[in-house]
RNA sequence: GCCCGGGUGGUGGAAUCGGUAGACACAGCGGACUCAAAAUCCGCCAGCACGAGAGUGCUAUACGAGUUCGAGUCUCGUCCCGGGUACCA
């Protein structure tokens, strides 16, 4: 111990504990000193602290954020006190709906509102005393940012993996815009909550899906946990199945006229037409009574007969007026024959051909082989328009399946299949296998995988976000803007809102969009659509080491030295959108040589969600919690340590004005104990036992985020240290002070000053535990007959069997129990003593 | 419907290689200090029954079975709550 200051402070009166005054003087010492700006090129062991950067509202910071910042803020603390170099950056995902739509209802242009919610979110993080070097702080909306933004679509654009094409897309009418399949919820726009319509339109999108294998296959190697994994193996949704082709059935054969009275047959030369399905379940096949094709099907028109023809269109027409909502949440299914035959290449029997809309053509081959005995799907068709229903699997027991015609049976387990030729009595996976290669070799199937995963729709007819940077040339085509034209700026528009005219307010200023084409000079039009968000967020995290560098995107070195990510925290939220499309556009990077790895988070971890007082915060409950109110009464420290304490950090908890109280305690009581500690006077080694297992705890428990329990565990040792009208001793605070500087910052710095220290605490290392001062000579083990407790017995650690059941016996509460012989003894040394008798 | 979480005192939550259920905190009750209050400090605080009392017994981790010497923890079934997803063949 050292102490080179009178101790304790002259004139320094316990309990003057102001967090305000605390709080603000170590803000401003951070600031000159520059405590948070850790030097990136140089400092010794780098980490990589990063959080979701959040969207900056109107509203300001959120509880939600702080929660989540605040998490990450103590993680990041701790590395450092662990010696890393931890840089923590922040920004802003101003870009997107979110603010446009707000600009629009307050009527003020998002380039003035933005700037203006930026300051204030700046403003409410320092006041939470976060570990913020800001000098890199960005903004995805300023044009040296997303002059980068624009590059990276170029360099997917020059690798084949942007493309134009038109398609039906989901149409917001309320927000006017087109909306990617992520965004609607429920049938209804994610943002405002309308009903979303289909619509055609020219849309650039990012070829994905053709990383839908490493995607998925990488996800094996990430530190991420199982649940934010598993909600991104559900989207990408891999199915191993095959294609199968069924040859249609001469059409003549069934034409039902004269000429097919008069002999011809389906000999006739004809080039036979194929329906190629997908199926996983190519196991089943002897059980496909039918074929449906998806009424957008190509096959519709050529293989319908004259008869059905009227129906049939009717029917297409029908289903291509219908909204994608309507089709995809209405179950009901509907259908209509074709006319048409094809073989089933299992039994050689003819199977009908209809069109269905509940087969979709987007997926697949956008036909299918129905499976009615097998599939709930075709049970429920089969049985409206009364299709044959046929059972080619059975279950292990014997006539405790069910009747097949009433419901669809759908185990695999030990099932095996009947019906089915020469293929009875094999397995699910036999069988599949079998029918396969039968069919493979007659060229009639071929393994096949399919992803649900679609291709990522990056266009936005809307105003805010950063214009795609392709230009239109009457002569040379789509031709991209050169990177050295970049960026293409965003214009000032005195109207941004969007109509519904299916085009961008960049539209309206011919001025912008009149341009010179890039390569032949003549006169070329922009693209005015602008590209999602989630492409801003996409590659955020590259930025910020190198966010001062107007000449790269991200600078080699930098990004050698601090990437991949070594921690990253967010919502759940994100689990499955900004986490996928981060990794593409990292994997892309990869494969162009830009970046060595091709992971850019290598640990992701998600927090849970704040409740206040059992419900979900909203405005129209008028249950928000206003960071700023809670800090201005008890102080950022106490706010943070509550936020941290109220419930399990990854699972999130109830907030209650009640609960920070305790918080608050906790930080008086530390206050007075330094101002209270004692240099001198005799060890407790109960005491000092207590510290170090709460060294060891906190020390555990901090990179787990298992936050609540270290600050439990704290408390625990605080109200050991001062049990009673007990002073502790100045060695037993000082490490506290140091446990606690993670959660709360500014109080600890403060007192680990008042200790006569210089430097800043979090320059000051992790307090060591003793391992063997851990141990405690005698442990209190738990006493039971027959599997109940009846007592304990206090006993040395290293206690025999025989001992211990000496001991057992000796206490009344036991022994009164013990009424015949001990049959069998249960010992686990240390812990419990079980006689059975 | 399917896929993930989760169900523990008045409340938020501890405890999972199966081993004394309820740590820590909030609220509440009682006490010390005080003229009084606040603050602070000390004690009590799952339910039921018996007992004057110290205490003793029984029941308890959504519900029902099971495995085990022993289950909040493992297995099977059921019911609720939260989140995600939606005809993906």
């Not at 299916?502 to 084409?517: D, F, I, K, N, Q």
């Amino acid at each position: 111990m050292t102490d080179p200051v009178p101790f304790p402070p002259a004139g320094d009166q316990p309990g003057g504990y102001d967090p305000a005054a605390v709080e603000e003087k170590w803000q401003a010492r951070w600031r000159a000193e520059g405590t948070n700006a850790p030097d990136l090129e140089h400092g010794a062991r780098p980490y990589y602290a990063l959080m979701m950067f959040p969207y900056p509202s109107a509203e300001g910071l959120h509880v939600g954020n702080l929660f989540a910042f605040t998490g990450n803020d103590i993680h990041g603390r701790f590395q450092r006190l662990q010696g890393h170099t931890v840089f923590e950056p922040f920004g802003f995902d101003a870009f997107g709906i979110h603010s446009e739509n707000y600009a629009i209802k307050v009527g003020i242009h998002p380039g003035e509102l933005i700037p203006r919610n930026i300051d204030n979110f700046r403003r409410q993080v320092q006041r939470t005393g976060l570990m913020v070097d800001w000098r890199h702080e960005l903004s995805t909306t300023d044009p040296s940012y997303y002059k980068w933004t624009q590059w990276v679509f170029l360099q997917l654009y020059k690798r084949g993996l942007a493309y134009k094409k038109k398609a039906a897309v989901n149409w917001c009418p309320f927000d006017k815009t087109v909306l990617a399949n992520e965004q609607v919820v429920g049938g209804a726009c994610e943002r405002c909550g309308t009903v979303v319509e289909q619509r055609f339109l020219e849309q650039w999108f990012f070829r994905i899906t053709d990383y839908a294998g490493r995607l998925l296959a990488n996800l094996d190697t990430l530190d991420w946990s199982d649940t934010t994994k598993t909600a991104q193996r559900n989207w990408i949704g891999k199915s191993e199945g095959a294609e199968i082709a069924f040859v249609v059935q001469d059409v003549m054969e069934f034409a039902g006229s004269a000429t097919a009275t008069a002999g011809l047959s389906g000999e006739v030369a004809v080039t036979p037409t194929e329906i190629r399905v997908f199926t996983t379940r190519a196991d089943t096949i002897f059980g496909a009574t039918y074929l449906v094709l998806a009424p957008e099907h190509p096959l519709v028109d050529s293989i319908t007969t004259d008869e059905q023809r009227d129906e049939v269109q009717d029917y297409v027409a029908g289903a291509a007026r219908q909204d994608l909502v309507t089709r995809k949440t209405t179950r009901d299914k509907t259908g209509v024959f074709t006319g048409a035959y094809a073989t089933n290449p299992g039994t050689g029997m003819p199977i009908p051909i209809w069109i269905a809309d509940y087969v979709l053509m987007e997926y697949g081959t956008g036909a299918i082989m129905a499976v009615p005995g097998h599939d709930e799907r075709d049970h429920e068709f089969a049985k409206i328009y009364d299709l044959p229903i046929v059972r080619v699997v059975a279950g292990a027991t014997p006539g405790a399946d069910g009747r097949i015609e009433d419901a669809a049976f759908t185990d695999v387990d030990g099932c095996r299949l009947v019906n089915s030729g020469r293929f009875n009595g094999l397995s699910i996976s036999e069988g599949k296998a079998a029918i396969v290669t039968e069919l493979a070799s007659h060229k009639a199937a071929i393994p096949v995988v399919n992803y649900r995963l679609h291709d990522w729709c990056i266009s936005r007819q809307r105003y805010w976000g950063p214009p795609i940077p392709i230009v239109y040339c009457d002569a040379c085509g789509v031709v991209p803007v050169p990177e050295d034209q970049l960026p293409v700026v965003l214009p000032e528009l005195e109207d941004f809102r969007p109509d519904d005219s299916g085009v961008s307010p960049l539209a309206r200023s011919e001025a912008w969009y009149h341009t010179a084409c890039p390569s032949c000079g003549k006169p070329a039009r922009r693209e005015t659509d602008v590209s999602d968000t989630f492409l801003d967020s996409a590659w955020y995290f590259l930025r910020y080491p190198s966010s001062d560098r107007d000449d790269v995107p991200f600078d080699a070195a930098l990004t050698k030295r601090w990437l991949p990510v070594h921690s990253y925290i967010g919502g759940n939220e994100h689990a499955v959108l900004h986490l996928l499309y981060s990794r593409f556009v990292t994997m892309v990077l990869h494969d162009a040589g830009f970046i060595e790895f091709e992971e850019p988070f290598t640990r992701f971890r998600a927090h849970g969600m704040i409740v206040r007082d059992g419900a979900k915060m909203s405005k129209s409950k008028g249950n928000v919690v206003n960071p700023d109110d809670y800090i201005s009464e008890w102080g950022a420290d106490a706010f943070r340590t509550y936020l941290m304490f109220l419930g399990p950090y990854e699972e999130g908890g109830d907030f209650r004005d009640k609960g920070i109280s305790g918080a608050k305690r906790f930080l008086d009581r530390l206050w007075r104990s330094v101002h209270d500690a004692r240099r001198d006077g005799d060890v407790d080694v109960e005491v000092r036992r207590k510290l170090h297992q709460t060294i060891r705890k906190v020390g555990e428990d901090i990179p787990k985020l298992s936050y609540n329990t270290a600050i439990a565990a704290m408390m625990e040792y605080m109200n050991s240290m001062r049990s009673g009208e007990r002073k502790p001793r100045v060695d037993e605070v000082r490490p506290l002070v140091q446990l606690v500087s993670p959660f709360a910052p500014h109080i600890a710095e403060e007192l680990w000053s008042i200790l006569g220290n210089e430097v800043s605490v979090f320059d000051s290392g992790w307090p060591t535990y003793d391992p063997a001062l851990l141990v405690e000579s005698t442990v209190t083990m738990a006493v039971q007959v027959n599997g109940k407790t009846r007592g304990t017995i206090v006993v040395a650690k290293d206690v025999t069997q025989d001992d211990a059941v000496a001991a057992a016996m000796a206490e009344p509460g036991v022994a009164k129990f013990v009424t015949g012989a001990v049959k069998k003894v249960i010992f686990v040394p240390g812990r419990m003593l079980n006689l059975v008798i």
